[in-house]
T-cell receptor, first 115, second 113 residues
């Protein structure tokens, strides 16, 4: 079955520290991969996406993610976290050929930033 | 400003009273979807639409209806709401290609008592 797993439900890091949020997926073929961020009371904002080519992709707000096919992972990273990065982060996968337009989301990781 | 607009943002209603959550996008997107977000379950697709007059069920369609009479609008209808439909709802839209990311609305928090 297709699924997305974000192993860490809650992560706390100090401001200025590095961050890595994990995402593993189970899919029949290489899907499209996305990371979204949801600030409190807000909708989801697209941080970055992977379709093909370079497995290290850059996104907005200084985030990057690396696709590792052998590990079925798409981990999100940021070298230095800012207090404004506190939010919930969702990894999602979508089929390359699908009429449904459906994204399968992970359960989300809540990031808390300590001053 | 390119956006997906949902209304209302918050809604408290009683069991069985029909309601509609509106969704409108100004980006000329072909695809539109409704998701519900529940703690511990992430987001699950309710219905989707590939274009005007083309809609189909997602993973959790029971108790919901949609329509797509115009490209910009994709309302979500709950004919007889029940407490298990208490949730946070998101409308999203994107261009036709699967490599495009969705633009999400700000959400509608629905409570059914």
């Amino acid at each position: 079955a297709q699924s997305v797993t974000q192993p860490d439900i809650h992560i706390t890091v100090s401001e200025g520290a590095s961050l890595e949020l994990r995402c593993n997926y189970s899919y029949g073929a290489t899907p499209y991969l996305f990371w979204y961020v949801q600030s409190p009371g807000q909708g989801l904002q697209l941080l970055l996406k992977y379709f093909s080519g370079d497995t290290l992709v850059q996104g907005i707000k200084g985030f990057e993610a690396e696709f590792k096919r052998s590990q079925s992972s798409f981990n999100l990273r940021k070298p230095s976290v800012h207090w404004s990065d506190a939010a919930e982060y969702f990894c999602a996968v979508g089929a390359r050929s699908s009429n449904t337009g459906k994204l399968i989301f992970g359960q989300g990781t809540t990031l808390q930033v300590k001053p | 400003e390119a956006q997906v607009t949902q209304n209302p943002r918050y809604l408290i209603t009683v069991t069985g009273k029909k309601l509609t959550v509106t969704c409108s996008q100004n980006m000329n997107h072909e695809y539109m979807s409704w998701y519900r977000q529940d703690p511990g379950l992430g987001l699950r697709q309710i219905y989707y639409s590939m274009n005007v007059e083309v809609t189909d069920k997602g993973d959790v369609p029971e108790g919901y209806k949609v329509s797509r009479k115009e490209k910009r609008n994709f309302p979500l209808i709950l004919e007889s709401p029940s407490p298990n439909q208490t949730s946070l709802y998101f409308c999203a839209s994107r261009l036709a290609g699967a490599n495009y990311g969705y633009t999400f609305g700000s959400g509608t928090r629905l409570t059914v008592v």
